[in-house]
């Protein structure tokens, strides 16, 4: 049964930490996303990849959220310094070449 | 630019109960896919299905059932006999097809409370 795994799943830190998000995705797949989650803002998209490379970060605050995909089997979403309105919860999904896309169970940051 | 509206930000049913929730959507594209995503207490996004806007038929998976009207731009979804299990948040989403595939444009989630 494949499964997108994320890590941690839980993080708490304090302001002006770095914090880093991993992903596995699914094998085959060849499309990763990062979402965020927060009660205000609903899911959104931040950066996705396509064969690895970035194809949108636009709904990424790039001064201090970065995203890479280093090999196949691996996604980062790093946030450096991390600030108190990063709390949320962020999920990896994997995206098949038919358009299906499946989530991860999501990493809850919280910056105090 | 693209947009979905789930306009009941709440429902509560009894068990055994039928319930529909309502999607609308926006889009200027002529082929796009469209998704339900089922999220429990337990935090997970669950996929539910898929639908191609070329395929206009209606799907039915166990309780579970969708009923897609290009016309109206709504794609709507029922759960015959709700239980339990079934509260959750759920979210109704579109994306692009084509060299933009992916992406989805979520809406803002109705959360299904069914009581026993």
């Known amino acids: 049964d494949a499964r997108v795994t994320q890590t941690p799943r839980d993080k708490v830190t304090e302001m002006g930490q770095e914090v880093t998000m991993r992903c596995q995705p699914i094998l085959g797949h060849n499309t990763v996303f990062w979402y965020r989650q927060t009660m205000m803002q609903g899911l959104e998209l931040l950066a996705y990849f396509r064969n690895r490379a970035p194809l949108d970060d636009s709904g990424m605050p790039k001064d201090r959220f970065s995203a890479e995909m280093p090999d196949a089997t691996l996604a980062t979403l790093k946030i450096q310094p991390s600030e108190p309105r990063d709390s949320a919860v962020y999920f990896c999904?994997?995206?098949?070449?038919?358009?299906?896309?499946?989530f991860g169970p999501g990493t809850r940051l919280t910056v105090t | 630019a693209q947009k979905v509206t789930q306009a009941q930000t709440e429902i509560s049913v009894v068990e055994k109960e039928d319930v529909t929730l309502d999607c609308v959507y926006e889009t200027r594209d002529t082929t796009y896919y469209l998704f339900w995503y089922k999220q429990p207490p337990s935090g997970e996004l669950v996929f539910l299905i898929r639908?191609?806007?070329?395929?206009?038929q209606n799907e039915i998976s166990g309780r579970y059932s969708w009923n897609f009207q290009k016309s109206t731009s709504s794609f709507n979804f029922t759960i015959t006999a709700s239980q339990v299990v079934d509260s959750a948040v759920y979210f109704c989403a579109l994306s692009r097809v084509g060299t933009s595939y992916g992406k989805l444009t979520f809406g803002q989630g109705t959360i299904l409370t069914v009581h026993p």
């Open positions: 639908r191609n806007s070329f395929d206009e």
């Open positions: 999904a994997s995206g098949s070449a038919s358009g299906e896309q499946y």
